[in-house]
Every structure is written in structure tokens, then in C-alpha cells.
């Protein structure tokens, strides 16, 4: 028979009080020791099994693309079909979650809903693919406003991707604040104006991010955030329940907004009591009620407010966030001393601003203008698309003038642009079945200016290479003979190359070239190489010949001069010159094998497949480890001859859709599997 | 001595007599091909360690084809390889047309080794044509002293109006290809015709390349043009009769094996 912790720690309860009437004090600890010992057991066990390790693929703008990272963090299961609480800074842009149970099992889950400004979001489990229907585990949300300082405390998660994991500690504050009312800012928000994380000193590391702060009772308090100092941070209980009933309910986060900047009142007004307006959004509730910068605000629908320091501020954030928007606030204040009474009704709170998303046709990152940032940028309303950044090389960067960080474009051909969906639609319109970049005139501002230029907006921004002309070759390979080498060969004060290799089927094996032979002269000419960057000269000096030339080599073999005629010939496919083929949802390039990948030893002679010559650096194919330099043999069971058995390969593949595609590569003398996980969306 | 006298100056006659007849040529053949010379027009963007760096660029072509095929000298399009093997892009290709017009157009092949670029101007209508110089294969070759007349363009502040050279061929190398080295024309830009007294079209002005540097300013003659052209995609029109009277003027296809200079000879 199991025995519960919990029990176990309860009968202990009297043994205490009698070994302390014997007075036996090391027994008194002992046991003590023993009581906490089952209580932590028994917060572990009721907690730990709901643990998951919360691996994410997220995408972030940069650079004018979408960079794809791979993050892990922790999180909690809370209801018995698999949703799970953690943090927005771990899933909230979360194009892929893996969730790792307490049990090992691996279950894909989905975001339902994020709330940047308490920093929470909420996963739901797909359970459509468990081997078994056991139920899941799940852990209970306490109440955080009961948490004091001193309580024993448990942190709970993955640090640094490890499985889950347990540290002990004690809160250290309860209402715990940045120093001097710091900002913590999250995707345009300031965190800090609502939350006030319960601190404590059980060890968190990154990865622990969004796992449970627990109480002796197995009770979730807090969400694990921050470290601050030696101290970590957990968002509190009580705020991600009510995070939890909205998401779950309304798929977000429903707050008020009053327009309204409050801050604690001012050293010189120790008279009074209150909390100062600093500044009033124009056309804002507040605005429209009459209120100024300057007032004081004294009572919020009839309970007195007061904030003399930064850290009373998000209580009163949380009573105009917490009032069902569209309510009714009466505000009740001082104006210069005089009594005033204000009338608001709320509106609806949106984003500070917007998340970036991917053109990648301009090769931007662009932002539509929620309220606020159109506020902040001057904007007259929220038309128009807000470059986030900027792709090097991209039609935006390559357009002249140049498109760049903060401009809005407001108009392309005669059409206005009201966001980046709109924009989207547009471009998707104007390339039609255009494969190649098509030119349309921009209107965007800059600074109050309103500047036009013309962006060649396409798939490929990329001027195409120019052919190379095709040169003679001579199929050897050599070094340079240095001086010291030339001593050492008893060529002292000579210049040239000694050939280090001759490749097979070549007319310069034909015509008897052969490694070790030291060459002087061609056609009379001295082959003007004796340093290391020389190296060229030779190659050099046969492509000024034409290919079908015939070239006499004045050589020394075995210490003998000797003179050999040889053909050239014309020079294999430069590696440049071979087409590659891009793949934007794989996220990258590949090419045929060349002649120089066999002199590079990638392959040899008579290998197949297709090289890839350029990994788009945190794409898709970079998350799943393919690196430049790879040759892929085979995707899924297709064999690789060619560009166009790719091609066609992943033309199937793109029809077909599957969640993994396992490509069969071969990196130096080694061959290994890869999964790559595109996203199809 | 009368004779001496009468010697000298017979000769003195017959140099003046010559001099006037190459000026006289020389106007000729820029009357007919000065069209075929034009103002290329480039921006290249340059990698460096801090950025990236514009730098704008003009420099003359020498149109070899109706459909506006352009040969130039690669290096003068900036497209030569940095210290670190970097070749610099070329963002913005135009054509500057004796009338003014701006015409777009696209690098379609590089020899580096030869100091060789195409340029094509882009999506011509099938009507238009351009005025070119005839390009045959094996074309017309000079002997060592002979004269070339070198058409080229003045620059913007001369309103780009065609200008005239006539010098003198310096040198016949002949290994490892045939090209001539000549006098008087170190300034000048490159990239433009030369042609022989005749009016033949016999090569264009371009920078030896030697040991992966730019060197000398030669003449590369139009067998090699030719042959790099063929690698385009549409290759360039040949001309039949202008090719069979190049090879009335050139019967003997053998190469001499050595280098001649006018110093040599001197």
C-alpha cells in the first residue's frame, strides 16, 4: 500500500509536540526536518506530474525576414484535456510546440491565445495521437494573496532544457518591483505596469521560464518569469487565473483603457493624497471626460487610490484594466485644488504595437499601427504598413530611393494601403503568375515627408549572375615552387610549379604529365611563380590560351629537362555557373555536383545527389541541422540523380504535405538522417 | 647628294602624303561607326568589412550586334575581384545612346581572364536595331607599326561627342593569344574599336591581364570577341561576305612563334 506524503507529514504533527515535552532538541529538529521533508514530497507530488518541458520554434523579425529560433521553457497542464500554462515570452510566437510530459511522452500542442502584457499564454495538448487514454495529470492554481514572506517555496521546470527539475526557496517579497519602478518591456509592453512578481530565492535559470512557483499545499502561486538579481520572479497566481478564464473563454485577454498616464504623486505634494495624471491620449476616454495633465485622481469609482511610489501604480492599472470594456469609470480629483468629478466610458485596450510579420516579396518585416503606436508615430489613423526591417538586398533595400526601418508605406500604384494584409492581397495581385520581379511605384513617408520611389517587387530580388566564358583547362593540379623547394630539387633560382595531380581521363594525362614534374616554361614563356600567391599564375596563364590549343611544356622530370606537348582543353562547369534551385519553404539552396566538389572530396567520381550550397541561416533546414556542404542522397525513398529528381521530389513532397521530410545526406565520409518540419502555412 | 636630296624628299612627300591619308580614312571610318560606340553607365555596390559601399562608373562599348550586343573591358565595369576573391555587384546597368536615350541592359558574360564583357541592352522590340561594327571571326589583323584608328566618345562636360585616335600598333604577341600593344592611348578609356586604315573592324581596347592584375592597354582582336560571344545565348549575326573578305585579306592562318617590337626590328 502507497502511503500519502501528505499523511505522513499530518501524523508527524504530534510526535513534535511530544518530543518537545521531553525536551530531546535534536530529536525536535530531526523531526522537523522530517516534516518539511514530507511536505516538499508531498508539494512535488502533486505538482510535478503536470510538468511538461515546453519546446518551441518561434519567429521573430530581423533583417527583413522571419528568423526561426528554437527555444525551450516550462509549463504546467491545469485541466484534465491538456491546457497548459506558461509564458508568452516562451509560446507566444510560437510557430511549433512540442510539450515533453513528466512521463517522457511527446505531444504537439497549439497556442490558443497570448497575453503579452502579463506576459502568459496558454497551450492546449493534441491528444489525438497518445498511445494510451491514462488521464492526464493535472496541477491546482492557489491563491496568490496569500503568499507571504518567508513561505517555503518550490520551483519547478526545465532549466537550460533539462527534464523537469525541482529547487527549493522562500518568498522574498510578495509585491516585488524593479528598482526605481524599471520598466520590463516585452514586445512593446511594459510588464511592469501590472505585474508585481512574487520573488523568492529557489533557483530558476533560463528554461524554467513559464514552470510553477509552488507552496508547501501543491498549490501553484506563481508563474516563473524573471530573475531579478539573485531572486527570481513569478508572475502571481491570481493574475494568471483570471489571464486562464479570459484566454480560455474569449480567446484573449479583455481589458479598459481610459487614455489616461498615471504616475505616483510628486515629493512636493505631501499634502495630498492621490495618484498624478502625467499625461492625457488625445480623443481618449479621458480625454473626451475633460482630464488634464496635472490632475490628481483621489477616488476610482468610489474606492480612494493612492500611489506615492512606482510600485502602487499597478493596482490602480489592474482597477481600469479589470472594469468590462465599455463600463462606466467615475474619477474623483483635484484640479489646482478644486474638486472635480469625471464621467469616462472605457474602450477597448489594444496592443502597444503590433507584431512584425514577413513580405517577403519586399524582403521587409512590416507592422500595421495599433491605436497607440499610431499615437506615437504621429499618425493621423492606423492606415498604412510600418517597415520593421529590412532585408539586405531585398527589393525594399535594392529600390531607389531605398525603402528602410520606420517608413510607411502608405501607396502603391494609385492604391492606398491600409495594413499589412491589405498589402499582401495587393502584391499577391500585381505579380499574378509573374515569376519575375515586377516594378510598381511606392508612396511612403519618412519623417512628415511623403517620398515616392519605384520597388521591383518579386520572389527573387537578386540580379541574376553573368554567364563566365568558358576557358582552357589543363587537367592537373600543382603548387607553387618556392624557392626552398626549388633548392631542395636541385632547381635553385628556377620558377614555376610542380604538378601535385593529375586527373584521370584528361588530355594532360594523355599526354603524359605526370605528379612530381616541376614546369618551367609554356610555349617558351617562364611561369613567373615562386611565392605562396602565386598560386594562380599557371591556371592563369593556360586560360589565356584557347581551348583547343596546343602548348608545349618545358618540364623537369627526375632531374632531367624534358619537353611535352600537350592539348588543352576546355575547362569543367564552374561551380558558379551550375544552377541552383531555392526553396523557400525548406529554406534552402542546392545545386548539381560539380568537378570541384570531387577535388574538394565531397564526392566522388560517379556520386549522385544534389549539393547545398547555401542554408538559409535559421530557416527550416538550419533548425534541422542541414548544412551547406551536404549532398542529399534521397528524400524519403526518392533517390537524388539530379536538380530536376529534386525538383521533382520536392514538388511531391509540397503536394503531399507531411508533417516531417526525412532527407538521407552525406556530409564528408559520414551519411546521416535529417528531419526537417517546414511549416506549410 | 642631289640625289640624297631628291631622296629625302620624295620621302618627306610620300610620309606627308600618308599622313594625310589615314587623317582623311580615320574621319571616314568615324563617320561610319561612331553610332556603334556608346556610354555604358553603372552603379556597383562593394562589400567591405564596415557595409556595404555604392560607387557609380561609366565607361564606352563598342556594339556588335543589330540586337544591341555590347562588347566592353570587363575591369572598366568594376568587375574585377577583391583582395578577399569578392566580385563587386552590379546594381544598375544603362546604356547612354548617342540621342540621349537611357537604355537598360544586363551583363550577359564575363571573361576575366581577357578583360571581356557583354553587355545586353534589354527587351528591344523586334524593329529595332542598332547601328554596330561588323564582327567576323577571323578578322582583319595588323602587322607591327601598322596605324589603328580608335573611335571614342569625349566625356559628359563635352557633351560625349565622338572623338578620333590614330596610333600605332607597338607589338604583335602572339603566344599565348594574339593581341597588340599600342602607343599614345594610355588615358584613353577602353572598351571602344579599333579598326585598320581599311575601316575593318579588327578589335577592342582592353587591359592585359597579367597575373591576375590589370596590365597593359592592347587591342584584342575579334577572334576572340567572336568566340567568347558564341557562348551567349543568341549569338551574334554573322556577316558571310564581310567573313569571306576577311579571309581574301588573310590567307595565311599560321601564327609566328615569337614577339615582335618595333625596338626588336629597330
Known amino acids: ?681 | 647628294m642631289r640625289r640624297v636630296i631628291l631622296a629625302i624628299a620624295a620621302s618627306l612627300l610620300g610620309a606627308i602624303t600618308a599622313h594625310a591619308d589615314i587623317q582623311a580614312d580615320a574621319r571616314k571610318i568615324q563617320d561610319a561607326n561612331q553610332d556603334a560606340v556608346v556610354y555604358l553607365s553603372a552603379v556597383i555596390e562593394i562589400e567591405r568589412r564596415g557595409g556595404t559601399r555604392e560607387a557609380s562608373l561609366e565607361t564606352l562599348g563598342t556594339i556588335i550586334s543589330e540586337r544591341g550586343l555590347i562588347v566592353t573591358a570587363n575591369s572598366n565595369l568594376g568587375q574585377t575581384p577583391d583582395s578577399d576573391g569578392n566580385m563587386p555587384k552590379l546594381q544598375d546597368l544603362k546604356v547612354l545612346m548617342p540621342d540621349g536615350d537611357e537604355l537598360p541592359a544586363t551583363l550577359v558574360l564575363q571573361d576575366v581572364d581577357l578583360d571581356l564583357a557583354f553587355v545586353q541592352i534589354d527587351n528591344t522590340a523586334d524593329e529595332v536595331t542598332f547601328k554596330h561594327v561588323t564582327l567576323v571571326e577571323q578578322g582583319p589583323k595588323f602587322e607591327l607599326f601598322d596605324h589603328f584608328v580608335m573611335i571614342g566618345r569625349q566625356e559628359e562636360d563635352l557633351e560625349r561627342l565622338s572623338s578620333l585616335h590614330v596610333g600605332r600598333v607597338t607589338a604583335v604577341v602572339k603566344r599565348p593569344r594574339l593581341v597588340y600593344g599600342v602607343s599614345g592611348t594610355s588615358e584613353a578609356p577602353h572598351g571602344n574599336p579599333a579598326f585598320n586604315a581599311a575601316g575593318d573592324f579588327v578589335g577592342v581596347f582592353v587591359r592585359k591581364i597579367h597575373q591576375g592584375k590589370l596590365g597593359s592597354l592592347i587591342i584584342l582582336p575579334t577572334k576572340a570577341i567572336h568566340k567568347a560571344a558564341q557562348q551567349i545565348a543568341a549569338p551574334v549575326e554573322e556577316k558571310e561576305d564581310a567573313q569571306e573578305e576577311a579571309d581574301k585579306n588573310d590567307p595565311d592562318e599560321a601564327i609566328p612563334s615569337e614577339t615582335e617590337t618595333p625596338e626588336a626590328k629597330l
Open chain 1, 1 to 681: 500500500m502507497k502511503v500519502s506524503p501528505l499523511l505522513v507529514s499530518l501524523s508527524l504533527i504530534p510526535l513534535i509536540l511530544t518530543n518537545r515535552a521531553f525536551g530531546d532538541e535534536a530529536s525536535l529538529t530531526e523531526l522537523l526536518n522530517l516534516t518539511i521533508k514530507a511536505q516538499i514530497e508531498a508539494a512535488i507530488a502533486a505538482v510535478y506530474p503536470a510538468l511538461v518541458r515546453v519546446e518551441v520554434v518561434r519567429e521573430e523579425g530581423s533583417g527583413g525576414r522571419m528568423r526561426k529560433t528554437r527555444v525551450t521553457g516550462s509549463g504546467t497542464i491545469f485541466t484534465e484535456d491538456g491546457y497548459v500554462l506558461t509564458n508568452h515570452h516562451v509560446a507566444g510566437k510560437a510557430t511549433r510546440i512540442i510539450c515533453r510530459l513528466s512521463s517522457r511522452e511527446e505531444l504537439e500542442a497549439e497556442l490558443i491565445g497570448t497575453d503579452i502584457l502579463s506576459d502568459l499564454a496558454i497551450l492546449k495538448l493534441d491528444l489525438s495521437n497518445r498511445k494510451d487514454n491514462t488521464p492526464l495529470p493535472t496541477a491546482k492554481l492557489g491563491d496568490s494573496g496569500k503568499v507571504s514572506v518567508g513561505d517555503t517555496v518550490l520551483a519547478m521546470g526545465s532549466p537550460a532544457g533539462l527534464s523537469q527539475s525541482v529547487t527549493l526557496g522562500i518568498v522574498a517579497n510578495a509585491e516585488m518591483m524593479l528598482p526605481g519602478g524599471g520598466a520590463f518591456r516585452l514586445d512593446g509592453e511594459n510588464v511592469g505596469q501590472l505585474v508585481r512578481w512574487i520573488g523568492h530565492d529557489a533557483i530558476i535559470f533560463g528554461g524554467n521560464s513559464g514552470g510553477p512557483l509552488v507552496n508547501l499545499e501543491g498549490e501553484i502561486i506563481g508563474v516563473n518569469e524573471v530573475g531579478i538579481g539573485s531572486l527570481g520572479g513569478a508572475i502571481p497566481s491570481n493574475l494568471a487565473k483570471h489571464v486562464t478564464h479570459e484566454i480560455l473563454n474569449y480567446g484573449e485577454v479583455r481589458r479598459s483603457w481610459l487614455g489616461v498616464l498615471s504616475q505616483p504623486l510628486l515629493k512636493k505634494m505631501s499634502d495630498k493624497r492621490g495618484i498624478l495624471v502625467g499625461s492625457v491620449v488625445k480623443d481618449s476616454p479621458a480625454d473626451r471626460a475633460g482630464l488634464q495633465p496635472g490632475d490628481i485622481i483621489t477616488n476610482f469609482n468610489g474606492s480612494p487610490v493612492e500611489a506615492r511610489s512606482q510600485d502602487e501604480i499597478p493596482p490602480f492599472n489592474a482597477m481600469i484594466f479589470d472594469v468590462p470594456v465599455g463600463g462606466q469609470v467615475t474619477l474623483e480629483g483635484l484640479r489646482k485644488g478644486e474638486a472635480m468629478v469625471w464621467k469616462l466610458t472605457t474602450e477597448a485596450r489594444e496592443a502597444t504595437i503590433d507584431q512584425p510579420k514577413e513580405l517577403k516579396n519586399w524582403g521587409i518585416t512590416a507592422r500595421d499601427f495599433t491605436r497607440m503606436s499610431a499615437i506615437e508615430n504621429k499618425r493621423p489613423d492606423k492606415a498604412g504598413v510600418q517597415v520593421h526591417s529590412v532585408l539586405s538586398g531585398g527589393p525594399a533595400k535594392e529600390a531607389r530611393p531605398e525603402i528602410g526601418r520606420g517608413d510607411v508605406i502608405v501607396m502603391i500604384g494609385s492604391e492606398p494601403v491600409a495594413n499589412t494584409a491589405a498589402l499582401k492581397k495587393q502584391t499577391a495581385l500585381l505579380l499574378g503568375d509573374n515569376a519575375d520581379p515586377q516594378p510598381v511605384l511606392v508612396h511612403f513617408e519618412r519623417r512628415g515627408q511623403r517620398l515616392m520611389t519605384v520597388v521591383k517587387v518579386g520572389p527573387d530580388g537578386e540580379n541574376a549572375k553573368p554567364k563566365q566564358s568558358r576557358k582552357a583547362w589543363l587537367g592537373v593540379e600543382t603548387q607553387v615552387l618556392s624557392p626552398d623547394l626549388a633548392s631542395a630539387l636541385d632547381l635553385k633560382g628556377k620558377r614555376g610549379v610542380r604538378i601535385t595531380q593529375v586527373h584521370g581521363d584528361t588530355r594532360a594525362a594523355e599526354a603524359g604529365l605526370q605528379v612530381g614534374d616541376v614546369v618551367l616554361k609554356l610555349d617558351g614563356m617562364v611561369v613567373n611563380a615562386r611565392r605562396p600567391e602565386d598560386g594562380d599564375v599557371f591556371d592563369g596563364l593556360i586560360r589565356q590560351y584557347d581551348a583547343d590549343s596546343e602548348v608545349e611544356f618545358d618540364i623537369v622530370r627526375n632531374g632531367k629537362r624534358e619537353t611535352i606537348t600537350a592539348a588543352l582543353e576546355q575547362q569543367p562547369v564552374s561551380t558558379s555557373e551550375l544552377e541552383e534551385y531555392e526553396d523557400k519553404d525548406f529554406e534552402f539552396t542546392v545545386r548539381e555536383l560539380s568537378f570541384k566538389d570531387q577535388l574538394a572530396q565531397r564526392v566522388e567520381k560517379g556520386d549522385q545527389g544534389v549539393l547545398v550550397s547555401q542554408v538559409e541561416s535559421s530557416g527550416w533546414a538550419a533548425l534541422a541541422g542541414l548544412s551547406a556542404g551536404d549532398v542529399i542522397k534521397r528524400i524519403e525513398d526518392k533517390n537524388i540523380v539530379s536538380l530536376e529528381a529534386f525538383r521533382q521530389a520536392i514538388d511531391e513532397i509540397k503536394q503531399a504535405k507531411p508533417r516531417q521530410v526525412v532527407l538521407f545526406v552525406q556530409r564528408g565520409v559520414h551519411t546521416r538522417f535529417k528531419e526537417i518540419e517546414p511549416n506549410w502555412e
